[in-house]
């Protein structure tokens, strides 16, 4: 069983930069990775993902050239830097990993994920 625990979130004014990570239990982070969020009454929606190796990143649209992906599998650690954080980014943050035979493959369908964290609050202020 893996488990999952994100970090790094909280309140900040538009326009500022949130670095979040997850933590995976102890050699775990042999899966490819994916962030998400989910605002209230919305559906929990494809951000960013990573490949096992690191060498492939996948970005939803309304992300792509402000977030970051990026892992240390060394560590158990994926991140997620987001910049330029705009009102409509607010949402609950969850980091998700996947089953894969395929190291350099990194995936965007919410259902390829197998485990879940519990989330992380990120609140941007206008």
């Known amino acids: 069983q893996v488990q999952l625990v994100e970090s790094g979130g909280g309140l900040v004014q538009a326009g500022d930069s949130l670095r979040l990570s997850c933590a995976a239990s102890s050699g775990a982070f042999n899966y490819a990775a994916g962030w998400f969020r989910q605002a209230p009454g919305n559906d929990r929606d494809f951000l960013a993902s990573?490949?096992?190796?690191?060498?492939?990143?996948r970005y939803g649209d309304s992300v792509k050239g402000r977030f970051t992906i990026s892992r240390d599998n060394a560590k158990n650690l994926v991140f997620l830097q987001m910049n330029d954080l705009r009102p409509e980014d607010t949402a609950e943050y969850y980091c998700?990993?996947?089953?894969?035979?395929?190291?350099?493959?990194?995936?965007?369908?919410?259902?390829?994920?197998?485990?879940w964290g519990k989330g992380t609050q990120v609140t941007v202020s206008s």
């Open positions: 990573i490949s096992q190796n690191g060498a492939n990143t």
């Open positions: 998700a990993a996947a089953r894969s035979q395929y190291p350099e493959q990194a995936y965007y369908v919410k259902s390829r994920y197998n485990y």
